[in-house]
Each structure stands twice: as structure tokens, then as C-alpha cells.
């Protein structure tokens, strides 16, 4: 994994799609000396600018709302139901997350809904051009270029393919994970031998794994101010993003 921690972007970026090919063509030789196999590369070959992945991250307008708006805006009080609906169903497994990782099954549901409504939309950019698109671009370069990584390897690995389809900004399945993190924290909720994101068990249980990874203490409070919201900021950077997953999973697990 160490390399995935260093920033990998030193191609030339570029503002527009211009140079997006020459870009392509000198990050594939960061990507082979990261250890990207031939199927990761010829993905990336094949990866297309991606003009609506530029736009959105030029206009996270939702982000910016209060905490009150937000939560309305992007569904709170359904996902509180549907998620108790969930749970309701199928106690046995989130208490066998919660189990094996410690994560209360309130925060996952929330996590789960609020990134594709529990699955009904997991996006519809292909990953790999979203990610390299997000790499190439200047603004934010360094951040994205371990994801473009991840998300080469995990072509390598047949966990996605070039067409996969997933958030704009190259999250994947059930709970958008950025590829580098789902190549690091993917585990096999399911038990048939391979990581699936679009796998709705593979994809909860990989997140929790990923909560308890960056620190989550089993049984400790997760509202802000407690203990475990420094780990739901980890999942999101955005502070009204963290308040409304730490206020929805505790009125599901209530």
C-alpha cells in the first residue's frame, strides 16, 4: 500500500481535455511502476475525459447548505424510515457487522442511504474515466492520483472494469467508496472469494471495516463531540455530511 500513500500526479495536468491523452500516456508509466498490471493500463488507455465529472466537482452546492437544509434536501427523515424498515428485516446481519467490526448498524444504514438510497443509484459515470479525469485535472490532483491507482488495480484484481459505472467522482457501489480506499479496506462480506461493491453485503461490510479501521471504538458514542464522529469525519470531509449520518443513525438505531 505504500504506494498509494505518495502523490503519483507528477504528469502534467491539465484544465480542459486538451492534453488529457498525453497525460494518459505518462501516468501509465507512474501507474506500471506503482504496480498496475496490463489490464489496469489498457483501461486506463481507454479512459474518456470526463466533462460532467469537472462540472460537478466545480458545483458541490449541497455541501454548503446548513445542517437543516441539508438533511432535508437530500432525504433525511425517508432514509431514518427506510433504514428502520431495513434493520427491522434483518437484524442478524447488522448485528454480525457490528459483531466483527463494532460499528452500530444505525451508522452503516445512514451511510448506505445517504450515498445511493440503499442501492437504487450507484451513479452513472464509468469509474475509471471519472477518477483519471479528476487526476489529470489541476485542482485537486494529489488527492485523486492514489484513487486513479486503486482503481487500476482493482481492474487488475477484476473487482470493476473499464465500464463500470459509479459517482462522478469515481465513488463505487453501494456506498461510494473512492477506489483507493475500497482497495484497501474491500473485504469479502459475502464469503464466495471475491470483493464486490455492488454487492449490497460485501459493500456494508467493507464499510464498517473501513470505520473500524480508521479507529472506530466499539460501544463508544459517535454523535460530535463523542468519540467516534472523529471517525465518521474520515468517511466525508464535509461537516454537514458527518452531522447528518451521526444524527440519522442514532434516530434508526433509537
Not at 47 to 52: D, E, F, K, L, V
Not at 128 to 154: E, M, N, Q, W
Request: with cysteine; aromatic share 10%; proline share 2%.
Amino acid at each position: 500500500m505504500a504506494a498509494l500513500a505518495s502523490p503519483l500526479a507528477a504528469a502534467q495536468c491539465g484544465n480542459n481535455s486538451g492534453g488529457f491523452n498525453t497525460w494518459k500516456a505518462a501516468f501509465a508509466k507512474e501507474a506500471a511502476a506503482a504496480g498496475v498490471g496490463q489490464r489496469g493500463l489498457n483501461a486506463l488507455a481507454d479512459a474518456q475525459y470526463a466533462s460532467r465529472t469537472i462540472a460537478a466537482d466545480r458545483n458541490q452546492k449541497s455541501f454548503k447548505y446548513t445542517l437543516d437544509k441539508f438533511m432535508q434536501v437530500r432525504g433525511a427523515d425517508t432514509i431514518v424510515a427506510q433504514g428502520r424498515k431495513r434493520k427491522a428485516r434483518n437484524p442478524a446481519f447488522y448485528q454480525s457487522l457490528e459483531a466483527r467490526f463494532g460499528v452500530p448498524a444505525g451508522v452503516i444504514i445512514a451511510i448506505h442511504g445517504m450515498e445511493t438510497a440503499f442501492g437504487g443509484f450507484m451513479g452513472d459515470s464509468a469509474v475509471v474515466s471519472a477518477i483519471t479525469t479528476l487526476t489529470y485535472d489541476c485542482r485537486r490532483s494529489d488527492f485523486f492520483a492514489p484513487h486513479a491507482i486503486g482503481a487500476l488495480k482493482l481492474v487488475d484484481q477484476g473487482a470493476i472494469n473499464g465500464a463500470t459505472k459509479g459517482a462522478k467522482h469515481g465513488e463505487l457501489g453501494h456506498t461510494q467508496f473512492l477506489p483507493g480506499n475500497a482497495l484497501r479496506y474491500g473485504v469479502d462480506g459475502n464469503g464466495d472469494g471475491r470483493v464486490d461493491f455492488y454487492n449490497q453485503t460485501d459493500a456494508l461490510a467493507s464499510t464498517a471495516n473501513f470505520l473500524r479501521q480508521k479507529g472506530w471504538q466499539p460501544g463508544a458514542g459517535y454523535q460530535e463531540g463523542q468519540t467516534n464522529f472523529s471517525v465518521i469525519q474520515q468517511w466525508n470531509a464535509a461537516g454537514v455530511y458527518q452531522k447528518a449520518i451521526a444524527i440519522m443513525a442514532s434516530r434508526i438505531d433509537g
